[in-house]
């Protein structure tokens, strides 16, 4: 089936620790989000990127790191200077590569879990 | 700056009652985009709807609707007869000039 795949959906961090959280697409989707989403705040990007081996911050960017080595690939690394990293990580994508405020609809993955222990 | 303010946190109602989920917007461009997405308890945000800001015609789809108003900048939800499985966390967001921003999302519990 086509999609979007996020792992692990649950995820625990020690203080101190990076970890990494994946995403995975097989739409052949040009560009790719991360959003973070805490209670009451909504969405708030990330990082996101447009073509292979190029990405842009994005809000929030602070803390976290991003590669794009492969099309369908943008995995998301949660360093150990994010100081508040206890919260909800959604993927997404979408066909066109400028879709921020070009309209084109992001379709997202079903999320990832991050809680600091 | 765009910013899209969803006033309703949380709404509960009983199953087949209709429930109408507010979306009020600002921005200064002229072309924009408007969205609401679902978010069950799986977590996933599905797309259920985009608008341009050029088409005020209200649409409707099965037992969802909506309403777009450019003079109150807003772009409110209705689901009418609403069913147990409407439970979820709604998000309304705005999208232009390189940019997109969501609502803080109004939680919706429908009681059986």
């Known amino acids: 089936d086509g999609g979007i795949t996020q792992s692990p959906k649950y995820l625990f961090r020690k203080e101190g620790q990076n970890v990494t959280l994946s995403c995975e697409q097989n739409?052949?989707?040009?560009?790719m989000y991360w959003y973070r989403q805490d209670p009451g705040q909504g969405l708030r990007l990330i990082y996101y990127?447009?073509?292979?081996?190029?990405?842009q911050k994005g809000d929030i960017a602070e803390g976290y790191s991003v590669s794009r080595e492969k099309k369908e690939s943008f995995p998301l690394t949660v360093t150990s200077a994010q100081k508040n990293p206890t919260a909800f990580y959604l993927c997404?994508?979408?066909?066109?590569?400028?879709?921020?405020?070009?309209?084109?609809?992001?379709?997202f993955g079903e999320g990832s879990w991050l809680t600091v222990v | 700056a765009q910013k899209v303010t969803q006033a309703q946190t949380e709404i509960s109602v009983v199953e087949k009652e209709d429930v109408t989920l507010d979306c009020v917007y600002e921005t200064r461009d002229t072309t924009y985009y408007l969205f609401w997405y679902k978010q069950p308890p799986s977590g996933e945000l599905v797309f259920l709807i985009r608008?341009?800001?050029?088409?005020?015609q209200n649409e409707i789809s099965g037992r969802y609707s909506w309403n777009f108003q450019k003079s109150t900048s807003s772009f409110n939800f209705t689901i009418t007869a609403s069913q147990v499985v409407d439970s979820a966390v709604y998000f309304c967001?705005?999208?232009?000039?390189?940019?997109?921003?969501f609502g803080a999302g109004t939680r919706l519990t429908v009681k059986p």
């Open positions: 608008r341009n800001s050029f088409d005020e």
């Open positions: 967001a705005l999208s232009s000039n390189n940019d997109m921003r």
């Open positions: 739409l052949n989707h040009d560009a």
């Open positions: 990127s447009q073509i292979v081996n190029d990405f």
């Open positions: 997404a994508s979408s066909i066109d590569r400028d879709a921020l405020g070009s309209g084109n609809t992001i379709y």
